[in-house]
């Protein structure tokens, strides 16, 4: 298994550029996740989804859209890219939600200048 | 808005020392909680998760939660240089994860 994995690992972006971050895992897991992670500061979630179809907003949702159209992919779209967008973007899957263990990816690193 | 505080740091230990990391979180109803570790440029990684109050150990960590006090701890016994990392605590809520900010260690040979 590949577990979770994510592309590109970096970016950089100019302003206003658009982007999508891609997701994927093979755990064949209903939940996954899209966070964001500032320096020196934890993990805020951006959206999750719980299956196929079905996405919500998390903490920090704005400037970003998500789809799930299968079980594997959860890409993370940026819409008009600005400097606050500059961050580590985490995507993390679990076979269930409140009881069960995130698997992260690597992560991608982005640059918005 | 379910909250997670961790004390930042950073956390400097000798090695062979015992490391506490400290949690406290605000929802009285949270039943569960994760401990991550983070190295430098690496994704989080599960160390540990706990259920119930008291202890769990495994290998050189130990996990300990108070309900009462809603507090949860870390031990890292025998600290070793590669223990040095960021952990993170973090406390489920629905169907979401709210981490705290982390606290990093060091482990001085």
């Known amino acids: 298994n590949a577990g979770v994995t994510q592309t590109p690992k970096f970016r950089i972006l100019k302003i206003g550029q658009s982007m999508t971050l891609q997701c994927a895992q093979d755990m064949n897991h209903n939940y996954m996740y899209w966070y964001r992670q500032d320096p020196g500061m934890g993990l805020k979630l951006i959206y999750y989804s719980v299956g196929a179809g079905i996405t919500d907003k998390g903490e920090v949702p704005n400037g970003y859209n998500v789809s799930r159209s299968t079980t594997e992919d959860f890409p993370l779209r940026l819409e008009l890219a600005a400097p606050s967008q500059t961050s580590v973007y985490f995507c993390?899957?679990?076979?269930?939600?409140?009881?069960?263990?995130?698997?992260f990816g690597p992560g991608t690193r982005l640059t918005v200048l | 808005q379910k909250e997670v505080e961790q004390n930042s740091g950073p956390l400097s230990v000798p090695e062979g020392a015992i490391a506490s990391l400290n949690c406290t979180y605000s929802d009285r109803g949270s039943q569960s909680f994760f401990w991550y570790r983070q190295y430098s440029g690496k994704s989080p990684e599960l160390i540990m998760f706990?259920?119930?109050?008291g202890d769990k150990e495994d290998g050189r960590f130990t996990a300990q939660l108070n309900k009462a006090s809603q507090y949860v701890s870390l031990l890292i016994r025998d600290s070793q240089p590669s223990d040095s990392a960021t952990y993170l605590c973090a406390a489920p809520g629905g169907n979401q994860f709210y981490f705290g900010t982390g606290t990093s260690l060091t482990v001085i040979p």
């Open positions: 993390a899957s679990a076979p269930s939600g409140e009881s069960d263990t995130q698997y």
């Open positions: 706990i259920y119930s109050n």
